[in-house]
C-alpha cells in the first residue's frame, strides 16, 4: 500500500496561493491521487482526483510530476473559508478496494 | 438532492450500554463505510460494505458491530464492549471499485458519541 507523508500544518494569508505536497515514493502503475479536505465538526469532502500531469476544477489544481513520487494541491487565492485539513489518498486502496488510510491530513491556517 | 444522512449528531451512551449510529444514503451507492476519528487524528475504518447482505472488517472493528440489509442504509452499532468510544463517527458511500478502483468516497457529517 503506498503511504504518504505531507506537512503537518501550514499557514497561508487570504489572496494567496496555496500549495500542499505530498510524497509517495511507492505508487503503484494504477493508483490514482485523491484529495479530500475537511472541516471541523464536517466529513471530509472530495476535492480533485488525478493519475498523471495536471488536473484542474473549479476549486483546485492537481499537479502530478512525471515519476508519480510526489504530488501538489494548489489552491489559489484562498480565503478564510479554505482553513481546513486536506488529506492525501492512494490507492485504488488495499485488497484493491475503496480501503484507505487517512492520515492526519495537513491542516491549513488562513490569516487575514 | 442527493447525499448522506447521519443521526444524530449528538450522542450520549451510559457505561454498559449499547447505542446505534444511523447511516441513509440516496446516492445508489454499493459501498459503504464507517470510520472514527479521535481530536485530531485522522479517520480510522471500522467496518464497510461493498454490496447488501455483505460487510468486512476494517482496522478497528473491536467493539462494534454493523448490519447491511438495504442498500441505503449501514447502521453502527456501539457495544459496551467498546472500552474508549468517545469519537467523532463518520459514514461514506462510493460506488464500487472495480477495475478501476479508487472512487471517490462521500461523507456525512458525522455523530460525535461522548460517554456520560
Same mark, same amino acid.
Given at each position: 500500500?503506498?503511504?504518504t507523508?505531507?506537512?503537518?500544518?501550514? &499557514?497561508?494569508?487570504?489572496?494567496?496561493?496555496?500549495?500542499?505536497?505530498?510524497?509517495?515514493?511507492?505508487?503503484?502503475?494504477?493508483?490514482?491521487?485523491?484529495?479530500?479536505?475537511?472541516?471541523?465538526?464536517?466529513?471530509?469532502?472530495?476535492?480533485?482526483?488525478?493519475?498523471?500531469?495536471?488536473?484542474?476544477?473549479?476549486?483546485?489544481?492537481?499537479f502530478?510530476?512525471?515519476?508519480?513520487?510526489?504530488?501538489?494541491?494548489?489552491?489559489?487565492?484562498?480565503?478564510?473559508?479554505?482553513t481546513?485539513?486536506?488529506?492525501?489518498?492512494?490507492?485504488?486502496?488495499?485488497?484493491?478496494?475503496?480501503?484507505?488510510?487517512?492520515?492526519?491530513?495537513t491542516?491549513?491556517?488562513?490569516?487575514? | 438532492?442527493?447525499g448522506?444522512?447521519?443521526?444524530?449528531?449528538?450522542?450520549?451512551?451510559?457505561?454498559?450500554?449499547?447505542?446505534?449510529?444511523?447511516?441513509?444514503?440516496n446516492?445508489?451507492?454499493?459501498?459503504?463505510?464507517?470510520y472514527?476519528?479521535?481530536?485530531?487524528?485522522?479517520?480510522?475504518?471500522?467496518?464497510?460494505?461493498?454490496?447488501?447482505?455483505?460487510?468486512?472488517?476494517?482496522?478497528?472493528?473491536?467493539?462494534?458491530?454493523?448490519?447491511?440489509?438495504?442498500?441505503?442504509?449501514?447502521?453502527?452499532?456501539?457495544?459496551?464492549?467498546?472500552?474508549?468510544?468517545?469519537?467523532?463517527?463518520?459514514?461514506?458511500?462510493?460506488?464500487?471499485?472495480?477495475?478501476?478502483?479508487?472512487q471517490?468516497?462521500?461523507?456525512? &457529517?458525522?455523530?460525535?458519541?461522548?460517554?456520560?
Amino acid at each position: 500500500l503506498a503511504k504518504t507523508t505531507q506537512p503537518i500544518s501550514m &499557514d497561508s494569508y487570504e489572496g494567496q496561493e496555496v500549495n500542499i505536497t505530498c510524497s509517495h515514493n511507492n505508487i503503484a502503475t494504477n493508483d490514482y491521487i485523491t484529495w479530500y479536505q475537511q472541516f471541523p465538526s464536517q466529513g471530509p469532502r472530495f476535492i480533485i482526483q488525478g493519475y498523471k500531469t495536471k488536473v484542474t476544477n473549479e476549486v483546485a489544481s492537481l499537479f502530478i510530476p512525471a515519476d508519480r513520487k510526489s504530488s501538489t494541491l494548489s489552491l489559489p487565492r484562498v480565503s478564510l473559508s479554505d482553513t481546513a485539513v486536506y488529506y492525501c489518498l492512494v490507492g485504488p486502496g488495499r485488497d484493491n478496494f475503496n480501503k484507505f488510510y487517512f492520515g492526519s491530513g495537513t491542516k491549513l491556517n488562513v490569516k487575514p | 438532492d442527493g447525499g448522506i444522512t447521519q443521526s444524530p449528531k449528538y450522542l450520549f451512551r451510559k457505561e454498559g450500554q449499547n447505542v446505534t449510529l444511523s447511516c441513509e444514503q440516496n446516492l445508489n451507492h454499493d459501498a459503504m463505510y464507517w470510520y472514527r476519528q479521535d481530536p485530531g487524528q485522522g479517520l480510522r475504518l471500522i467496518y464497510y460494505s461493498q454490496i447488501v447482505n455483505d460487510f468486512q472488517k476494517g482496522d478497528i472493528a473491536e467493539g462494534y458491530s454493523v448490519s447491511r440489509e438495504k442498500k441505503e442504509s449501514f447502521p453502527l452499532t456501539v457495544t459496551s464492549a467498546q472500552k474508549n468510544p468517545t469519537a467523532f463517527y463518520l459514514c461514506a458511500s462510493s460506488t464500487r471499485a472495480l477495475t478501476r478502483g479508487n472512487q471517490p468516497q462521500h461523507f456525512g &457529517d458525522g455523530t460525535r458519541l461522548s460517554i456520560l
